[in-house]
């Protein structure tokens, strides 16, 4: 037998998919999708733009930025000087044929600006983290829902083969009962780029941990226990947490996400979990450049022992949004439920201590 990799990415899990439970997801027939994008600030902004202005599928309306001083600094420079600029954003909002809008502002302003989107009734794709306030995120689902809107989170690693991969093993039951998820996705910042998520508590874990938490709770569901250590061990930005570590608690499992933020380059970013049958590990991630399966005996096709596979290309946000254009034609479901983006950003604030979920074991151990 010889390894294989899944052609198909993991579809949207029909017992926890409310999304359809009101009214049907607007969906367009037209031949492109009118988008735009609100706001500039979000590190992924400037790559966002560039996929949605290369998708022939896209018919790209323009971009609205708040902030007077940012559209002048950035206006004449690639990819920003090739795009429409809306003077107000009331141009882009109250545009009938727009039907998704890319929010892409600063973390510590998009959750505002995303709430502006729904409201308009846009569709709506929001790059991480959904903000610092659980209860407004509520509430934009909740009117996304009633609206039968369409909100898809940029958490990239949805469309990563790997990633894909690797959720599909665990959630087949391929791997046998997972008891551990070990998740490690440092980076290198400078301290301009520190003070800036300095904003948010939990620092570099706010940042980054959405990504594998996001993977962490499609595999695991919802931790019943979190301790966190939010640490600044070299930064020398106030409160910013630069060396962090979070620990879900299952019934049965346990999840480990460690985060830094001056790990030298290039950075050793690995995935790994571990079944009582076997266990997948990634890594590098970000490109991928190794995916390993273990098994103790030989299961769905594959041979008992060590399967290597080698790396397949992987393209930023690219997939996202060939998946986004898909669900709003209606030619397939969600990638994640409404009720999974709520878990994951309830997750993340609840790892980083903002959020208090009324659960007595929910701790925080900050070490600013």
């Not at 998708?55 to 795009?83: K, M």
Request: proline share 5%; hydrophobic share 40%.
């Amino acid at each position: 037998m010889r390894g294989r990799i899944i052609s198909s990415l993991f579809a949207c899990e029909p017992i926890t998919l409310k999304l359809l439970e009101r009214k049907e997801t607007q969906v367009t027939t037209n031949p492109r999708v009118k988008m735009a994008q609100y706001g500039t600030k979000h590190g992924h902004a400037a790559s966002v733009l560039h996929v949605m202005r290369q998708n022939p599928e896209v018919d790209f309306a323009g971009v609205y930025e708040p902030d007077a001083e940012r559209r002048a600094a950035i206006a004449g420079t690639e990819p920003w000087s090739q795009v429409r600029w809306y003077d107000d954003k009331s141009e882009m909002l109250g545009d009938p044929d727009i039907v998704c809008i890319a929010s892409e502002g600063l973390n510590a302003e998009s959750l505002d600006q995303s709430e502006e989107i729904i409201d308009a009734g846009k569709n709506l794709w929001y790059d991480k983290p959904a903000g610092d306030d659980y209860r407004q995120f509520e509430r934009v689902i909740a009117k996304a829902r009633e609206k039968g809107l369409l909100v898809q989170m940029g958490y990239m690693f949805r469309e990563n083969w790997a990633f894909a991969q690797v959720a599909d093993w665990a959630r087949s039951g391929l791997l046998g009962d997972i008891f551990s998820i070990r998740a490690h996705m440092s980076t290198n910042i400078t301290e301009a780029q520190q003070a800036v998520i300095a904003h948010h508590a939990g620092g570099i874990f706010y940042d980054l941990g959405g990504h594998v938490l996001d993977q962490i709770v499609w595999i695991l569901g919802r931790p019943d226990r979190i301790t966190s250590f939010m640490r600044r061990d070299a930064s020398g930005v106030d409160n910013f947490a630069d060396n962090t570590v979070a620990i879900l608690e299952y019934e049965k499992a346990l999840a480990i996400v460690d985060i830094a933020a001056m790990e030298p380059k290039p950075m050793a970013r690995r995935f790994e979990v571990y079944g009582t049958k076997g266990s997948a590990i990634l890594g590098p991630f970000d490109p991928p450049e190794y995916l390993r399966l273990c098994l103790n005996e030989p299961a769905g096709g594959y041979e008992a022992g060590v399967t290597d596979f080698p790396a397949q290309p992987y393209r930023r946000h690219v997939e996202s949004l060939e998946r986004l254009i898909k669900t709003l034609r209606g030619e397939q479901e969600p990638d994640r439920s409404l009720d999974h983006e709520l878990l994951v950003q309830e997750t993340l604030l609840r790892a980083v201590g903002v959020h208090d979920v009324g659960d007595e074991h929910t701790q925080a151990n900050f070490e600013l």
